[in-house]
């Protein structure tokens, strides 16, 4: 499995300091998308997030000669029975989130051969308006204009002719442990959103996407592509010296309460 680390805050000293880790695996239960306002500033319209049909590809396609505005992502996850679960006592040491890139997934510029960005972020549009729009009083405007555009969890770079298809990993930054922890708590899924940094917007480029074929469920049935998922991994309180260089860590002190 390849990966790309956003953010390294754990040394290798503070990691000798952990005896024993526990590894909690959360699959997304919801991703789409959202898409931008048209090129004349009009409404786009319905946005993607049909739970029976659910995709993560960014960017932009064309479909039976209509090109598509730009589209950015968004993965819900359900923590709060996870976080339940988890030994009390415990630190959040690394999270990873885990995607498939398929083979013909990216069709993109690479302009001067410079590699396509993808940025996985916070959101401040709540869940629940991204579920619903219209029934929250948020447009679908205002949702994508949040979506990878909040704290910068982790990065990816997909290079032409060098990024091969299969599983990969982004490790996401302390920030994250934190909204993640504060979701669980107020039994609120966390919804971590993404967006193609380089996007090109040129209209003569009929193809600007990453993470295409990317149908997780199609007609309500899964498709038997791999969902996207978390991957926390939780550990004991270390040694003083330890907890100096760990620092950020997410403390699983108490479990909610049903």
Do not use: C
């Not at 996850?77 to 083979?103: M, Y």
């Not at 997780?216 to 939780?234: E, N, Q, R, Y």
């Amino acid at each position: 499995m390849a990966y790309t680390k956003a953010a390294a805050f754990i040394t290798a000293l503070a990691l000798t300091s952990i005896a024993t880790a526990d590894v909690i695996e959360v699959d997304s239960f919801h991703l789409g998308g959202f898409y931008a306002p048209d090129d004349m500033g009009m409404p786009s319209g319905t946005p993607d997030n049909d739970m029976s049909f659910q995709n993560y590809f960014l960017g932009r396609t064309t479909v039976d000669g209509f090109t598509t505005e730009e589209r950015r992502t968004f993965f819900a996850f359900d923590l709060a029975d996870a976080f339940a679960a988890a030994p009390e006592g415990e630190i959040i040491v690394s999270v990873s989130f885990e995607f498939e890139l398929l083979f013909g997934g990216v069709i993109a510029n690479f302009t001067g051969g410079e590699p396509e960005h993808v940025t996985f972020s916070s959101t401040s549009t709540p869940y629940e308006a991204i579920a619903d729009p219209t029934g929250s009083g948020v447009s679908p405007e205002e949702v994508w204009e949040t979506l990878g555009t909040g704290t910068e969890y982790a990065g990816f770079d997909i290079v032409a002719g060098g990024t091969v298809p299969g599983m990969y990993g982004v490790e996401l930054a302390p920030e994250a442990f934190m909204d993640m922890e504060t979701a669980a708590s107020m039994d609120e899924p966390f919804v971590l959103s993404a967006k193609l940094d380089t996007y090109d917007p040129a209209m003569e480029a009929l193809y600007e996407f990453v993470f295409g074929l990317s149908d997780i469920f199609a007609g309500g049935d899964h498709t038997g592509m791999p969902i996207p998922k978390l991957v926390i991994t939780t550990a004991p309180v270390p040694t003083p010296s330890g907890i100096a260089l760990l620092g950020l860590g997410a403390l699983l002190s108490t479990k909610r309460r049903r």
